[in-house]
């Protein structure tokens, strides 16, 4: 069964520093999703991406994100400088048309 | 606005009970909704959605009830089994616009399955 994958299951930086989070949605899916879950919290959404380009973001998705989908099958969210409080499990999710979205099983990043 | 607690809402039940997991939702131009488990360490898995033109949907042991009244929706297991025990989130979006497809979690409820 197709699966959305996520790579690395577990990140550690330092504060400051870039990180790269990167997803592969399911081969033929069209909308592609990224949301973060704070330890003990729901999950939030982030930023939805649709034909090559960002459909909605949150007030989270400030300008030390960014989303790109460089070769037709990756899914990346890039954070340019980490804060504490980005610390959280994000979650790459897609969804082919007007149906359920696939959730990939996330990646842990921690900020020291 | 939505409530954020780092204190999640229990439910605590026998093996084979039925069980039922409740949710308010926020916004009532939402048009679809549905139901996610989430192990640990894990993400959230689809259990069941259905949509606002409906007020019940079966699956598989799974039933979901819409009141689009009171902006109410739950989730009824039948015969919970411990592999049942979960974080359950409900989910509800948008029908069109930029939002088509943006998920709005709810709380989430930790439902423990006792042997």
């Known amino acids: 069964e197709p699966e959305v994958t996520q790579t690395p299951s577990h990140q550690v930086t330092q504060m400051g520093q870039e990180v790269i989070l990167r997803c592969v949605p399911i081969s033929n899916h069209l909308y592609f999703y990224w949301y973060r879950q704070i330890l003990g919290q729901k999950v939030e959404f982030l930023v939805s991406?649709?034909?090559?380009?960002?459909?909605?973001k949150s007030e989270i998705f400030d300008d030390q994100f960014s989303v790109e989908r460089p070769d037709g099958s990756n899914f990346t969210l890039k954070i340019r400088s980490t804060k504490l409080e980005d610390s959280a499990m994000y979650f790459c999710?897609?969804?082919?048309?007007?149906?359920?979205?696939?959730f990939g099983p996330g990646t842990r990043l921690t900020v020291l | 606005g939505e409530s954020v607690g780092l204190h999640l809402p229990t439910l605590s039940v026998q093996e084979g009970d039925n069980s039922i997991i409740n949710c308010a939702y926020s916004n009532s131009a939402s048009d679809y909704f549905i139901w996610y488990k989430q192990e640990s360490g894990k993400g959230p898995q689809f259990i069941i959605d259905i949509r606002s033109n409906m007020d019940k949907r079966q699956g598989q042991r799974v039933t979901v009830l819409l009141n689009k009244t009171v902006k109410h929706l739950s989730l009824q297991i039948a015969a919970t089994q411990p592999g049942d025990s979960a974080v359950y989130f409900c989910a509800e979006s948008l029908a069109g616009g930029t939002s088509y497809g943006k998920l709005t979690f709810g709380q989430g409820t930790i439902l423990t399955v006792h042997p």
């Open positions: 991406f649709y034909n090559n380009e960002i459909s909605e």
């Open positions: 999710a897609s969804r082919r048309g007007r149906n359920e979205q696939f």
